[in-house]
């Protein structure tokens, strides 16, 4: 199933049957990456772990099939573009925007979930880094102009999602995008999560706000040994 096949929805609870979809994570050998690609993997999801090492994505994609016993496969960065649907970004900040330069054309009428949250460190703690474009998910659809980006799984805790003995994740993603198609077909793959929802909560250029609060929830698990996410009341 490609991504033009999928049709807007009626209304804001009327969500497309994503579960043929393809999923890549971009940066899957990381925590946050590995986390929900794993997720995604026990909710039946085919994934596809994207990584500048090949062999190491197969050995993260090897381990998951062990412990989920979903479909995963590893490969390059490239290769998992072309191969997936839809494909999350969760690679670190500094190495964002030469990532996607790198694979405008493989990315190309997909849709791309960006989840990465630009923040600087220091005595103080955590902190929101100003982006000239004016957040990750904007600097995305910047370079990425053919493809179709969605910010969202911004909050989400990599111990959580990486925690065999959890097996619900309580939280709401927030899904931002100009695309209402594309932000369907994203927040209804983030309630095939076990305890999450996916929220509409505007279009990418209100995205800075929703990277920002990453900051927020960092400095409150420190301060109370938790694994704080975010959750939406009255929707």
Partial sequence: MTSDTVTR???????????DLVVGVLGGTGEQGRGLARRLAMAGQQIVIGSRDASRAATAATELVTTTGGRVSGASNADCATASDVVIVAVPWEGHRALLEGLRGELAGKIVVDCVNPLGFDKQGSYALQVE???AAE?????????????????????????EGVDHVEGDVMVLGDDRAATDVVQ??????????????????????????TANLISMNR?????????????
């Fill in 188 to 213: 209804a793959l983030a309630g095939r999560l076990p305890g999450m929802r996916g929220i509409y909560a505007g279009r990418l250029r209100n995205s800075h706000q929703v990277e920002a609060l």
């Fill in 139 to 163: 600097q995305a659809a910047a370079v990425l102009t053919d493809s179709r980006v969605v910010a969202a799984f911004h909050h989400l805790s990599a111990v959580l999602l990486l925690d």
């Fill in 9 to 19: 929805s009626a209304g804001p609870y009327e969500l497309p049957d994503v579960s």
């Fill in 133 to 135: 474009e004016g957040s």
């Fill in 223 to 235: 301060r109370y040994k938790a694994h704080a996410g975010v959750r939406i009341t009255d929707v």
